[in-house]
């Protein structure tokens, strides 16, 4: 395997196989090399911003202002504006930490597994995919910090030497959240980074601007595409993708044990670890479906993000939903097996106590409605693809509410139960980082290819001819 | 062509299994006769190990079915012959409802009504219900089965493609049956030896460790049948590398599951769910449960690395046939503790039902096997597997 190793790309097109057809490719038909790379660098360098781009980006960054008014009122008076309180400790800051870290997951396995797996598929969505984990691990990080209450010392949740007699507690699962997702972070970024070399140089070779120029000719560190070049970058992609892999795993494994390790009912349960994995991915799916349609149709860009690369993705969750429906069902069945009243009384706490609308809400939306995902119609469907994609979006958040919140409001003592309600400060926080993420993500997509380029150019038949000539 | 007269390996492997057969199933029944209650015992150890292996493959086969590859349509046919074998199996379960008293604690009625705990459970814990879901788990393997046998022998005499589109459809919604069957048989019949602990993660312990014996099993079989021949030449290297690895993920989905399980009761460290380790880390237990760590995860993850081990099939067949003997201890470690309650014990039964009932179930297999060509002809698969160079 040798994608792209070809300086100079033959300049006709190729002549077209014909029985490629959109609903079954991964490429549309009658593509060329230089097509691809006009196609996609143009949306950076020569195409109008289109108005639609500032108008979004408008809305994002008005949110995240938002969220800066929320972070600074919090830093003045402290977490008290929010709805948390003993008994629930953790509300919308965890709730919101897990639902963005869990999106971040399909990124990374898009990129990495994927990569490992020879799905070529992945090849036009794997950067954007990985450039959402980005931002998502961004948007996550911000709430433990800010739940700590004084996040100018978040650096104590490390391990250095002080004069204070500090040291992290590392039984805790909650400084394993530290490193995991502190290099969960560092290796997205570091992958992300240098998938994209390549194309920084296309970019640094085909922009008009001096200052487009230099910018992208300094992120492209010297890249010149000779063969040497393409070894090396091979074999630190390869490696890279193999550090990644586990991380998809490890991640969201640690923040299940975040709950699990406890002695609650509804958290400690040792399906948590592979249910929220798979609960991580299904969520990273929906959302990458959530913006890959819009994305696709504003910019025109059917012909590299196909029908079948949608299907493909619906699969994917409809799998790992059924994962997560089977974690629920465990949940369940467990609750009863034990013959442990406090277990038991959680199970229908959930079910019938205060909180009963948001578990069946969950139920619909997480379960009910994704099994329409069964029909190849649904998944041939891109309006109703998306709005599936949205509701299994809500329906991963509200999990997340249902675990944190009826486990912690009613757990053994009655005379220790309370509720939970979020308060405005709470939403404006939440709906801020949706704001900061959408934001990151517009300025991307203007600034940076959102498909990779020259992986784009390894499907085409052109490169197959040169792979099957050097094999 | 038969194909236990092409392949004189495969002659072999019957004569041996029928040995085994022949002098385990003697020597067992002779023990049945003296100390019925460790027969029921060690017979259901011995079942779970080689029913696991064929229920296993039928998982792999709706998985290959899914999702096609190259791995799968060379190991395809022995999938589909140990998954052949399922009818037999049941009917070799039936002798454990006979020794439903010897094996669960919850039949003793008396028991039941003195511990509040059990008594909470009887509405699921009781003989005619267990025995009906156990018919049932049957019912759904058996018609999996049934249905992915008929439609690929039609696969093999016809060019259309709607026998692999049935098997596809059929695979997807029967995966989620399968797992849920499995999911409850593991509670029901495992788990339930100890019947005051539980645990929401089992039932994937139990499918990571069947699908694991059965991928190591499908790896010896197909090494001793890869001598020349075109299903030598589909197990070229590249699809050994991908089988490989597919081993090595389910070593880390085995060690993942189990080691989560215990992280999270051993953090809690509550009396109603600590009891299940201390049964397995007290009076010499510990010493299956660290050579169950080390032969069951450490050793196979090391050498599965290793791109080399992978690609020779001499020694892929090594690791797996290690992974195999070492399932042994795993099935041992969530069974046996429940039995031999003064410490780390086995009786001699255990071993001669275990080569009694592999004896017996191998021969199956290896008939099923010989039945049908050893490569599936009417796979799409199959043309790019063959065509492919190296």
């Known amino acids: 395997m040798a994608p792209a190793s070809h300086p100079h790309p033959p300049a006709e097109p190729p002549a077209s196989k014909g029985a490629a057809t959109p609903e079954s490719a991964f490429i549309a038909p009658g593509h060329t090399f230089g097509s691809i790379t006009d196609k996609i660098s143009a949306i950076v360098l020569t195409r109008r911003t289109p108005v639609g781009w500032l108008l979004g980006f408008a809305i994002a960054f008005g949110l995240v202002m938002l969220f800066l008014m929320a972070v600074t009122w919090l830093l003045l008076k402290g977490t008290g504006i929010w709805g948390v309180n003993i008994p629930v400790g953790w509300g919308f800051a965890i709730i919101n930490f897990v639902w963005w870290i869990g999106i971040g997951h399909a990124g990374t396995l898009i990129s990495a597994i994927l990569l490992l797996l020879h799905q070529h598929w992945r090849t036009s969505i794997n950067r954007f995919a990985e450039a959402m984990t980005l931002f998502a691990v961004a948007c996550a990080g911000l709430f433990p910090i800010l739940h700590t209450g004084r996040p100018w010392l978040a650096y104590w949740l490390l391990p250095y030497p002080n004069s204070m007699g500090l040291w992290p507690q590392f039984r805790s699962p909650l400084i394993w959240d530290v490193f995991a997702v502190t290099t969960y972070a560092t290796v997205s970024a570091l992958f992300w980074f240098v998938g994209l070399v390549p194309d920084l140089a296309t970019l640094r070779d085909r922009a008009r601007s001096r200052v487009g120029r230099t910018i992208y000719g300094v992120l492209a560190l010297g890249w010149r595409g000779s063969a040497r070049h393409w070894a090396r970058y091979e074999s630190a992609y390869l490696l890279l993708a193999g550090l990644a892999t586990p991380l998809v795993l490890s991640v969201h494994t640690v923040v299940s044990f975040d709950f699990a390790i406890s002695v609650l009912p509804g958290w400690h349960t040792t399906i948590f670890p592979p249910y929220f994995v798979a609960g991580a991915i299904y969520s990273g799916f929906a959302m990458v479906l959530t913006l890959a349609i819009p994305i696709r149709a504003a910019y025109g860009l059917q012909d590299f993000i196909t029908q079948r690369h949608l299907d493909n993705m619906a699969k994917v969750m409809l799998a790992t939903g059924l994962i997560v429906a089977y974690g629920y069902a465990m949940e369940a069945f467990i609750a009863w097996y034990s013959g442990s009243f406090y277990e038991r009384f959680m199970y229908w706490n959930r079910v019938t106590g205060p909180y009963w609308p948001v578990f069946w809400a969950l139920i619909a939306t997480n379960i009910v409605i994704p099994q329409l995902l069964w029909l190849k119609k649904v998944r041939l469907n891109v309006p109703v693809l998306f709005g599936i994609a949205l509701v299994i979006n809500t329906g991963m958040w509200l999990e997340r509410f249902v675990i944190v919140v009826t486990s912690l409001h009613r757990d053994f003592l009655p005379s220790s139960w309370g509720m939970y309600y979020p308060t405005m400060w709470d939403w404006f926080t939440y709906v801020g980082t949706i704001g900061l993420f959408v934001a990151m993500l517009f300025l991307f997509i203007r600034f940076l290819p959102m498909i990779s380029i020259f992986e784009m150019r390894t499907l085409l038949p052109e490169s197959k001819v040169k792979d099957s000539a050097h094999a | 062509m038969n194909a236990l007269d092409s392949v004189p390996e495969l002659a072999g492997l019957r004569r041996v299994a029928l040995w085994a057969a022949v002098s385990g199933v003697l020597a067992t029944l002779a023990g049945a006769l003296f100390d019925p209650t460790q027969f029921f015992r060690s017979y259901l150890m011995a079942w779970v190990y080689w029913g696991g292996v064929a229920l296993g493959c039928l998982g792999l086969l709706m998985v290959y079915h899914l999702t096609g590859g190259g791995w799968g349509v060379a190991i395809r046919r022995l999938l ?311």
């Open chain 2, 80 to 390: 589909e012959a140990a998954a052949g074998t399922l009818p037999a199996a049941a009917v070799l379960f039936v002798p454990l409802l006979f020794g439903l008293g010897a094996l669960y604690a919850w039949t003793d009625r008396a028991a039941v009504l003195a511990d509040h705990v059990l008594s909470q459970k009887a509405a699921y814990l009781n003989v005619p219900f267990f025995i009906a879901r156990t018919a049932l788990y049957f019912v759904v393997w058996l018609a999996l089965a049934h249905f992915l046998d008929r439609w690929s022998r039609r696969q093999d005499e016809t060019a259309e493609a709607w026998p692999g589109e049935r098997m596809k459809r059929l695979s997807g919604g029967g995966l989620v049956v399968y797992g849920l069957a499995m999911t409850f048989a593991a509670f029901d019949w495992i788990m339930s030896l100890e019947p005051h602990w539980f645990s929401t993660i089992f039932g994937m312990i139990f499918i990571a460790d069947s699908a694991l014996g059965a991928l190591a099993f499908v790896l010896v079989i197909s090494y001793l049948l890869a001598r020349g021949g075109a299903f030598g030449r589909v197990l070229a290297p590249p699809i050994l590398n991908d089988l490989g690895n597919l081993l090595l993920a389910f070593v880390m989905v085995y060690a993942y599951v189990s080691f989560s399980q215990l992280l999270i009761i051993w953090s809690a460290n509550l009396p109603e769910e600590i009891t299940w380790y201390l049964h397995r880390v007290e009076g010499g237990w510990q010493l299956l449960a660290n050579a169950l760590a080390i032969f069951y995860f450490a050793v196979p993850f090391m050498v599965l690395l290793s791109r080399g081990n992978k690609r020779q099939p001499r020694r892929l067949a090594l690791i797996a046939g290690g992974v195999l003997a070492a399932r042994l201890l795993s099935v041992f470690f969530l069974i046996g503790p429940a039995f031999y309650r003064r410490g780390l014990g086995a009786h001699w039964l255990d071993v001669a039902a275990l080569v009694g009932l592999g004896g017996v179930w191998v021969a199956l297999f290896v008939w099923r096997l010989s039945s049908r060509p050893l490569l599936a002809q009417g796979d799409p698969e199959l043309a790019p597997a063959l065509a492919r160079k190296h």
